[in-house]
């Protein structure tokens, strides 16, 4: 399955799809990594490992979401791709994003969703005071962070745990989960790409 990346920044997720798709037997191929910033380092990575990686700076669109995500939308499409996996894109998606990839956009949240949603996922786990913490790879909807779960990974917050150690042991368990969770769903989509909205809009 020609599987897409949208990066904002490291990538270290991005790597980890990358490793565990080099194995001959992964339902999943790493074709393209995408960056709404220019200076993600995620971009370089990606190239060094061999796979086309492009910015498409949101900042060049200002405040129009919509012709923004209709590049990302004709990138993704001019390149065949069927599978897209957020990974630490920080980007907010319209309805016509998500609505375009329904069933086949993934993202990796840093929580165990429901709990915790949104920003600094951490820190508000150590301000709650949960001992469980963790990650949670689901398909995008329209609700920010709300999608069906695919997979979560589970760690103890242990005492005297500061942000960073909290985000480190729930990173190696994002490297883990992800890959599985992309695996689980290229196996399982069925045959045809989707159509592009433009096409259904159309009848026959
Ligand atoms: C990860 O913690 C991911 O869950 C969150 O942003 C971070 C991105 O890290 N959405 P990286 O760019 O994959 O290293």
């Not at 790493?30 to 960056?35: A, D, E, Q, W």
């Not at 630490?88 to 990839?101: E, I, K, N, Q, S």
Request: hydrophobic share 50%; proline share 7%.
């Amino acid at each position: 399955r020609r599987t897409a990346i949208l990066i904002s920044g490291r990538g270290s997720n991005m790597e980890a799809l990358v490793a565990a798709a080099r194995d001959p037997g992964f339902p999943a191929e790493i074709c393209l990594v995408l960056s709404n910033r220019p200076e993600a380092g995620g971009l370089d990575t990606a190239r060094a490992a061999g796979i086309r990686a492009e910015a498409i700076d949101h900042r060049a669109y200002g405040r129009d979401r919509a012709t923004h995500e209709a590049a990302i939308d004709a990138a993704l499409r001019s390149a065949d791709i069927e599978i897209v996996c957020l990974a630490g894109y920080m980007r907010l998606l319209t309805p016509f994003l998500v609505g375009a990839w329904q069933g086949r956009m993934l993202n990796i949240h840093p929580s165990l969703l429901p709990c915790f949603p949104g920003l600094h996922t951490h820190a508000r786990a150590l301000e709650a005071g949960v001992k469980l913490h963790g990650c949670t790879v689901h398909l995008v909807t329209s609700e920010m962070d709300a999608g069906p779960i695919l997979a979560q990974a589970a760690v103890p917050v242990l005492a005297g745990d500061t942000e960073d150690d909290l985000a480190e042991r729930v990173l190696r368990q994002e490297h883990l989960v992800y890959p599985a969770a992309l695996a689980a769903v290229a196996a399982g989509l069925p045959a045809a790409a989707p159509e592009p909205a433009a096409a259904l809009a159309n009848p026959l």
